[in-house]
């Protein structure tokens, strides 16, 4: 079955330390990958995204995302992550050939002193 | 640029009523609109898409008499929920999206239902 996974539900990290963020897809053909952040009272934000090209993925806040087709695999990752980056952060696909995006189940980060 | 606003922000009815959320793209354009409905430590789960001008696309099993979706005109969509009930009450969720080549929407700050 088509399905985007998300296998932390919860992650603790110090701030200051780096965090990666798991995201695995199963899809017959890649699909494009986002990555999304929501903070209470916000709209989601689009961190980043691939649709094709360098498998390594900049975006905003300092935030990259690594594509592996062979894990099949977009995970995001940031060097040293600061209290402000406490969020909702989920994954999501847009199959080939479709608009609508599939969500992750979400992975909640929490930032410790 | 692409801000996406939602009002209200929160509501609490009564049960058997009706509430009109509204969804509006405050600086482009929208070709397409979608909606969301997003339970307590859940994902997003899409409800609808909607083009100006045009009906609705409803997920399956999303029930198209209950959650009216109407997009006037290219900056706004309303999703009105009908004889709410208890079960309706969860997070709502619209985005835009201003260029479907780029399969990127812009999401608004969400609306809590509450039904009693």
């Known amino acids: 079955a088509q399905s985007v996974t998300q296998p932390d539900i919860h992650i603790t990290v110090s701030e200051g330390a780096s965090l990666e963020l798991r995201c695995n897809y199963s899809y017959g053909a890649t699909p494009y990958l986002f990555w999304y952040v929501q903070s209470p009272g916000q709209g989601l934000q689009l961190l980043l995204k691939y649709f094709s090209g360098d498998t390594l993925v900049q975006g905003i806040k300092g935030f990259e995302a690594e594509f592996k087709r062979s894990q099949s695999s977009f995970n995001l990752r940031k060097p040293s992550v600061h209290w402000s980056d406490a969020a909702e952060y989920f994954c999501?696909?847009?199959?080939?050939?479709?608009?609508?995006?599939?969500f992750g189940t979400g992975t909640r980060l929490t930032i410790i002193p | 640029g692409a801000v996406v606003s939602q009002h209200p922000s929160w509501v609490i009815c009564k049960s058997g009523t009706s509430v009109k959320i509204e969804c509006r793209s405050l600086?482009?354009?929208?070709?397409?609109m979608f909606w969301y409905r997003q339970f307590p430590k859940q994902s997003l789960m899409l409800m609808a898409t909607?083009?100006?001008?045009?009906?609705?696309?409803?997920e399956q099993g999303v029930e198209k008499d209950k959650f009216l979706i109407n997009h006037a005109s290219l900056t706004l969509s309303t999703l009105t929920v009908t004889s709410a009930h208890p079960e309706d009450s969860s997070f709502y969720i619209c985005?835009?999206?201003?260029?479907?080549?780029?399969?990127?929407?812009?999401f608004g700050p969400g609306t809590r239902l509450t039904v009693t």
């Open positions: 600086d482009f354009q929208a070709t397409t």
């Open positions: 999501a696909v847009v199959p080939f050939g479709n608009e609508k995006l599939t």
């Open positions: 985005s835009a999206s201003r260029d479907p080549n780029s399969y990127e929407q812009y």
């Open positions: 909607s083009n100006e001008g045009s009906k609705a696309t409803y």
